[in-house]
């Protein structure tokens, strides 16, 4: 079973007219050119089909304006729910906003299975933040159900979406909120690594994943037998950032590893299955 952890989706409305939503400055950062990939569900069954992949989570993305936001949500739920076995989806909220756990509360009834991909590309993982996510880290506590949240690497190029924070910020992210589970985007920005650390940090991080998106775009190959030998391969769940990259570019890194063939089945979908309680 091939599971996709980290899939984007718009709406025919959005995909066609996206300079009618460029009010909103963190979609104009990603979005504000016309070679920026956005797809709907078509797109993206097409390409599950070509590649074997069997199911994906799917999101929005966290606008400001909350009419936005819940028509966003809104195609995800519909979407979900007109094919349920190759789709989970998560609800994709602002939580600066004052309605955030009440939409999070709307979607996770109408059948969503967690919450993300949570992003702040205009600022670091910050107390101010932090406070704000506390309700809706609450609410997924309560209900066990999984996190996703942008995290990305403080150090080397700059990128659309390369959000300016910290190591440390991170970090403080998973201890203050350490009864959820987590996934952190991305690698979760290096954090994975600290798994070596001798004391703390294993147990702060008992329950976090990590996926892979962008892994192709960002790091060397070797990352896959890296984060496998430092973090655990149980730890890893394969996501592609659809349509950013096509999943064949992380099939062959992950086949030319040196990973067991039980490593990668458990970074392909077993790990993402055991989450999803599939």
Known sequence: MIIDFHAHLFPKAIRESREDYFQDPCFRLLYDHS?????????LLDSMNAHGVNRSVVFG???QDSGILSMHNDYIIETVQKYPDRLTGFCCLNPRRPDAVNEACRCLDAGLSGIG???????GLDVPVLTCLAP???????????????TNEPVGRNYPGKAPMTLAQIYSLVKRFADNTLILAHWGGGLLFYHLLKSEAKSALKNVFFDTAASPYLYDPAIFSAAASIAGSEKILFGSDFPL???EKYFSQIQQ????????????????ARLLKL
């Open 35 to 43: 070679k920026a990939p956005m797809a709907g569900v078509d797109a």
């Open 61 to 63: 993305f966290p606008w």
């Open 117 to 123: 991909e949570l992003a702040f590309y205009d600022s």
């Open 136 to 150: 809706l880290m609450e609410l997924c506590r309560l209900r066990n159900l999984p996190v996703l949240i942008h």
């Open 245 to 247: 990259i096509s999943p």
């Open 257 to 272: 590893s040196g990973l067991s063939s039980m490593e990668q089945a458990r970074i392909l979908g077993l790990n993402a």
